[in-house]
């Protein structure tokens, strides 16, 4: 069974052979931007683009003779791409995970903390004192003044109280003026 081959790319917009000569026009007006700059500003810089160029004649080589052999440089260039983007990747990765790990300890020293009082930690200690205040209100749900007292001991701070409505004969007048 022979291969099939897709022709069309940028979703069917284009033929290959014409996003190729679009890449081509594309890397020949960058490339002399660069060298126009350079001219001004960077002269000794200029040996450099001897790179670009010759990827850009090869591949317009290979558009002309219909060659494959002279794709090779573009391909190439393209690895490099691919290759520098992961590098600068990684490098931004790293910085991104170690830095907030950094600032927090300088915010630990700042304030002489060993703790994460001062800290974005907060948002941890506050899911957790969620999740200790509901499992208490589950587990104490019928009985209100256990549920103040267990509260009281766990150091956990609540506004409301919850109330079984429906059975409102066991609630005391205290409680409903608080709800209230």
């Known amino acids: 069974m022979a291969a099939q081959f897709n022709d069309r790319c940028f979703y069917g917009k284009l033929h290959i052979l014409t996003a190729m000569k679009l ?18 500003n960077f002269k000794k810089a200029l040996f450099i683009m001897i790179i670009p160029i ?13 060659s494959s052999k002279f794709i090779w440089p573009i391909i190439g260039i393209s690895f490099f791409h691919l ?15 170690f830095k907030p790990l950094y600032i927090i300890m300088v915010y630990n020293w700042a304030f002489n903390t060993m703790h994460g009082g001062k ?27 256990s549920t103040k007292d267990i509260v009281q001991k766990s150091g956990t701070e609540i506004l409301s109280i919850p109330v ?8 005391s007048d205290e409680i409903k003026r608080t709800i209230m």
Not at 23 to 40: A, D, K, Q, R
Not at 54 to 66: C, E, G, L, M, R
């Open 54 to 66: 010759f990827v850009i004649v090869s591949t317009i080589i290979a558009i002309i003779k219909n």
């Open 23 to 40: 890449f081509i026009t594309l890397g020949i007006l960058i490339s002399i931007g660069v060298i126009i700059f350079e001219l001004f």
């Open 119 to 145: 800290t974005f930690s907060w948002q941890a200690k506050i899911s957790l004192r969620f999740m200790n205040y509901i499992e208490l209100t589950i587990k104490c749900f019928d009985d209100q003044d």
């Open 83 to 97: 290759y520098l983007a992961a590098n600068i990747l990684l490098i931004f990765l790293f910085y991104f995970i």
């Open 164 to 171: 079984n409505y429906s059975n409102t004969s066991f609630v």
